[in-house]
């Protein structure tokens, strides 16, 4: 299924700016970014249990916001982009 | 229907930081921010005709990025928010 991750981690601390960095990665690891805070990831309910435990603990809930759509299987007609594309899609194999 | 907004805008000149006030007016205009970049807005098929053709005249296509992501009439089960909360449900009725 589509899982879309949209997170605001609160920079203003050094530790604020070292948790925005721990989620991008994290998030890197399992979908592609789409914007700046935005990834889609494809994954399964188990790989979204898990992803799910590891950006919990990484963000601070007092400040940091992270949200989660379940967009299904049926996905492909649930997206429009318009504007710059900043990467392939989730699914989509990549053949370097 | 539950349409998700998502949007970078490049901020690197005056023109970029008027178009992100824009866009971000626009979209407070037919839903709730609940990130920096990302608004929930219930819409009827109209209104998100509409919406998307202002917030499309307002960008720069070649340089910001704007994604609608159509969840439905059921999408209550379809979002999880872990953390800070920045609002009031997209169809919740605030009384003054």
Known sequence: MLVLITYDVNTES???RTRLRK???QCEN???RVQN???ECILDQAQCVMLKSLLSDIIDEDVDSLRLYYLGNKYQT???HIGVDRGIAAD????L
């Open 14 to 16: 050094s530790a604020g």
């Open 37 to 39: 805070s935005v990834f």
């Open 92 to 95: 989509q194999t990549l053949i």
């Open 23 to 25: 989620v991008a990665k």
């Open 30 to 32: 399992y979908g592609r």
């Open 78 to 80: 649930k997206v429009e």
